[in-house]
Structure formats: structure tokens, C-alpha cells
């Protein structure tokens, strides 16, 4: 599908005639009481009803929703819900918005979800400013967590496979309302799993211009108690649909590393995260098997070589062990990810005189009481392409030295040797090396605040030894002037040769207690303490220490100057 240029737009039609910037199209089901949530937040738009449609497209839900969306519209002008037929699943009614959609954009939401205050306005500025066909509001996860790389900074013209636009594949985005209908971009309507998905990469695919907009909150992405997101998917339904994502994306792309990187996010997300540690380890073993009749020949036709080069160590295990339908094995690696314990202990904590916490933790992995992770480095010779000499003139005749001659240089290499499967026999023979995993490892710690629950990243580095490893906190800046946390929990996250693990952090009270109290370029005091159960937390002084606060940051600008000097 050719993608549109501006000179291909559609004229302006009724859309415009009416000033109506954007229509709001909601699937509407049986909602339940969150439902006002969203209208409320619909309410609080600062663009103006004149301006705002919202398209309620009811999905036969009856008695009594029918009369609450009516309540609802009698008293909005702007707001029209359409009754339609009993379909079970949101692409019909997300279909019937657009091709009710009087608006030059449409916004879906979802009947559990809202949108922050000003939202609408933004997106449509930011569309007409960047003549977007899709437009990509960031998402905040409310009781969920979400991807943040696609929403580090904003992008007016992403690029799909260079930028992370496969991090948020949800429907919840506005779209240029003429793009849709000239391109036939609609959903699948039906019971189709991952409709989204197909839907959006249709959308990626056809868009002249694709805008993520990241430096405003947009949409709440709620957690409801039993979502379908929660529950443990069929595979013989779930997978064809999956590979019907595939064959769209199989169809827009050519073989190489633009296709490899697309489907690698498929692979990675949909199949290689159910094989893996707790979730493969605890599957009842009929549905172990079946999971893997359908998964296992699916790979076999859909992931090459090139797919595996771009995953983690772990993934890369887990993809030649599927691949070569070794399920004995691949249930061993997922018990022994599963039987991992992480434990991170505070050795020694110590303030510096320019009010920056400095830690020494030791990060222990282990499984059955011996380490997790045993590496063997060997030296190996590997070949070297040498250029032909380039100068005529040198003594030795050109025709008597081979064109691109192979030499072999040592090179150091390491491999997992801890690794419970019955054999590396018939596996990739660089399978097990994870040199690059390696010089990835971190150790970052986290505070999770005690009253909001927020959590915020205040530390880590690269650790040369987790039995030492060093890290160092500036209270200043983790926590801004006007930043009213008193503190909370603090969690290690260990990345260690591909794999993650997460862990609270523990001390004695006697390795604490001799870090003292917060100097004064510290800002507001801090003080490291150990609950009862040795867990550590980070205690914060909230209202006062305002001056010790200011005093911190005036030294930090001044040292700031003499660098730049």
C-alpha cells in the first residue's frame, strides 16, 4: 500500500464545515462504574465541545446501558451513541465511529480508560503542526507498567523500524479520519485477537507521516481485575491470528534487516516471553504441549537466523531450543530461571561531603545454593579479511598473493557453562557466548515512594564485581525543589548476562547507622534505615530543610559553571 503525499489529501469535506477537530469514538459494552471516569475526563477537554464529537458506539449491550448512554448524550450535544448489533468484540463499533466520524481526526479510547486534562488539544496542534496521519500520545499505565523508550522524547516524523513505535501497538492513538477511509484501513470485526495490532501496522505501513508526542500525558491505560490481558490465551486461536500480524508485515517488507527487526518484536514479545522462567516452569503439562505443537512449526516458517541475531542471550537460547523442538530442555531452562534467588545487601554506606550517598552492595545469584551463572573464557583464533596490497609498485607481484587473503587473530571468548540442557550437540556453536550480555550487566536501584507508590530510578552503573558493586545517590538530583516525597523502599534490578532479576535491598542496621546523617550539600536530610524484616528504605525530610535544599543546589550550579570554564 503506496503511502499518501500531501498532494493526494483529500479536499476538505463535512468534517471541516463543521470546525469539528476530532471525533471520540468509544466501544462501548456493559461498562462498569469507571466508565464515568472517562466521561469526565471527557468533560475536562480543553478544546471546546464545538470542536469535539464523542461517538458512544454500543455494541448491543441492552438494558440498563442503554439508558445510562442516553442520560449521558441528553445533556452533551456533541455526544451521539450509535446501537448497533451484538458483535462481541470491539472492531465492529470502533468501525461504525469512523465511518460516523465527522471530525478531521478520530481518537479511540476504551470504555475503561480516560484521557488527561487538555489532551485532544494537544494532539490535534501537534497533528496539524507536523501534517501527521497518525499520531502517537503518550500512554501512562494506571496499575500496569509500560514501555517508556517510545516516549523519551518527542518525534514529529518517527520511522517505523528505526524509531520504538512496535512498543505501543494499542489503538489508543489519533488517527487522520480521510487517511483511514482512503486507505481502507479498518478492523477486523469479530472475535480476532491481536485486532490492534493489525489495525495499527496497517496504519504504519500506509502513513506519509507517523508523530509521537511524548512531552504531555494523554491517555490512562487502566488495569481492570480480570482483563483479557490477564488470562492465559488458547493457542490454537491466538497463534494464527499472530501469524496473520506476520503476513502483513511479511507482505510490506523485504527480506533483510527491516523485516528481521520487525518480526523480532513478535517473536520476543508474543512467544519467547511465554516460554520463559516462572510462566513456562508453572503451565499444566497438556497445556505445555499444546502451546508448543502450535508455537514450535510456526517459528520453524516464520523466525530465520536473522530474527535470533538481535535478541538476548537468554531469548537466543530459548529460540534455537524451540526451533530444534528440544521440549525436555526448554523446560529445564525454564526452571532454572524460575529457581534464581537474587539478594542484594548493603556492605557499606557512606556520605561525601558534597551530599552525594554512596553504596557498596553484594548482588548474589544463586540456584540450589550454588551461583546461577558459571563462565568459562577461552582464546580462540578467528578469521581476519586482509585487503590486497592497493600500491602497484610493491615488490611482490599482485598475481602472486591471494585477492582478500585470510589471516586469524586470538580472541578472548566467554560461555555460560551453567546451562541445564542434555546437550549443545546440533545448536548454533556460538550459542552459549555472552560477551556482549556481559558488558551490558547493571545494577540500578529504585525508590518506590511510600505514600503514591510511584517508582523512580535514583542509581546504578556498570559493575566491574557483584559482590562490590558501587553505587552512588544525589538526593538533589532524584528528588526536585518542589518534590514533596518523604521517600520509600528501595529495590536492586540486576541485569545479569541477558537475564533480569528484581530484589528488595537489605542491610543491617549497624552497616546503616554508620553512614550517619545527610550532610549539608545533601539538601533536606535523608537517612538510610532497615525496617524490621532488613529491608532498606530511604527516609526524607518533607516540609522542612528548605535552606539546606537550597544551599545544595546553588553549590551544584556553581561547580556546573566552573566546568563549562
Not at 464515568?36 to 475526563?41: E, F, G, P, T, V
Not at 515512594?449 to 544525589?474: C, M, Y
Request: net charge positive; aromatic share 6%.
Amino acid at each position: 500500500m503506496r503511502r499518501l503525499s500531501q498532494s493526494d489529501r483529500p479536499e476538505k469535506s463535512k468534517a471541516s464545515a463543521d470546525n469539528i477537530r476530532v471525533s471520540v469514538i468509544v466501544p462501548v459494552y456493559r461498562p462498569g462504574p469507571s466508565f464515568d471516569d472517562l466521561i469526565a475526563s471527557l468533560d475536562r477537554q480543553t478544546l471546546g465541545t464545538a470542536s469535539l464529537e464523542v461517538l458512544l458506539c454500543d455494541d448491543g449491550s441492552g438494558e440498563p446501558t442503554g439508558a445510562r448512554l442516553a442520560a449521558i448524550a441528553r445533556d452533551r450535544p456533541h455526544v451521539r451513541v450509535l446501537s448497533l448489533e451484538h458483535s462481541g468484540w470491539p472492531g465492529m463499533p470502533r468501525n461504525h465511529g469512523v465511518d460516523s466520524a465527522r471530525g478531521t481526526y478520530v481518537q479511540f479510547v476504551d470504555q475503561d480508560d480516560y484521557l488527561f486534562d487538555g489532551a485532544l488539544e494537544k494532539l490535534c496542534d501537534y497533528a496539524d503542526q507536523h501534517s501527521s496521519d497518525v499520531i502517537v500520545g503518550k500512554e501512562v499505565g494506571i496499575g500496569r507498567r509500560l514501555p517508556s523508550r517510545i516516549f523519551s522524547h518527542d518525534v514529529p516524523d518517527a520511522v517505523l523500524g528505526t524509531d520504538p513505535l512496535l512498543e505501543m501497538l494499542t489503538p489508543h492513538k489519533m488517527f487522520r479520519t480521510s487517511f483511514l477511509r482512503v486507505n481502507g484501513i479498518r478492523f477486523p470485526e469479530g472475535k480476532v485477537r491481536l485486532e490492534d495490532h493489525l489495525f495499527v501496522m496497517q496504519a504504519y505501513f500506509a502513513a506519509s507521516t507517523i508523530s509521537i508526542l511524548a512531552s504531555e500525558p494523554c491517555y490512562a491505560w487502566v488495569k481492570e481485575p480480570g482483563s483479557a490481558s490477564s488470562s492465559r490465551i488458547d493457542p490454537e486461536s491466538y497463534f494464527p491470528h499472530l501469524e496473520t500480524v506476520l503476513d502483513l508485515v511479511e507482505a510490506h517488507t523485504e527480506p533483510g534487516k527491516l523485516r528481521d527487526r520487525l518480526l523480532r518484536h513478535w517473536f520476543r514479545g508474543k512467544i519467547l516471553k511465554r516460554l520463559s522462567g516462572r510462566q513456562m516452569a508453572r503451565y499444566p503439562d497438556d497445556y505445555r504441549d499444546r502451546l508448543l505443537d502450535v508455537v514450535t512449526p510456526l517459528v520453524q516458517k516464520k523466525f530465520g537466523p536473522g530474527v535470533d541475531a538481535g535478541l538476548g542471550l537468554p531469548h537466543r537460547i530459548r529460540a534455537s531450543l524451540l526451533r530444534a523442538d528440544r521440549r525436555e530442555d526448554l523446560l529445564a531452562l525454564a526452571q532454572f530461571e524460575a529457581g534464581i534467588t537474587c539478594h542484594a545487601a548493603v556492605t557499606e554506606a557512606r556520605w561525601s561531603r558534597g551530599g552525594g550517598l554512596h553504596l557498596t552492595l553484594r548482588v548474589t545469584l544463586t540456584s540450589e545454593g550454588h551461583d546461577a551463572f558459571v563462565f568459562e573464557t577461552t582464546v580462540v583464533e578467528v578469521p581476519v579479511a586482509e585487503s590486497p596490497d592497493p600500491d602497484p609498485r610493491a615488490s611482490v607481484s599482485q598475481n602472486s598473493v591471494p585477492r582478500n587473503s585470510v589471516s586469524k587473530k586470538k580472541k578472548k571468548v566467554t560461555r555460560l557453562t551453567s546451562l541445564p540442557v542434555s546437550t549443545i550437540d546440533g545448536l548454533p556453536e556460538t550459542l552459549l557466548v555472552a560477551d556482549r550480555e556481559l558488558r551490558n550487566d547493571r545494577v540500578d536501584l529504585f525508590l518506590t515512594d511510600g505514600e503514591t507508590g510511584a517508582e523512580r530510578r535514583i542509581g546504578g552503573r556498570h559493575p566491574r564485581n557483584l559482590d562490590a558493586a558501587r553505587v552512588s545517590i544525589d538526593p538533589v538530583r532524584v528528588f526536585g525543589p518542589d518534590d514533596e516525597s518523604r521517600g520509600g523502599a528501595l529495590t536492586v534490578k540486576v541485569r545479569r548476562a541477558g537475564w533480569t532479576f528484581e530484589t528488595p535491598l537489605v542491610a543491617a542496621p549497624a552497616v546503616l547507622a554508620r553512614a550517619g546523617k545527610s550532610p549539608l550539600l545533601a539538601g533536606r536530610s535523608c537517612t538510610l534505615a532497615a525496617r524490621d524484616d532488613g529491608t532498606v528504605e530511604l527516609r526524607r525530610e518533607w516540609p522542612g530543610g528548605r535552606l539546606k535544599d537550597f544551599a545544595g543546589r546553588a553549590v551544584r550550579r556553581v561547580r556546573a559553571l566552573a566546568r563549562r570554564r
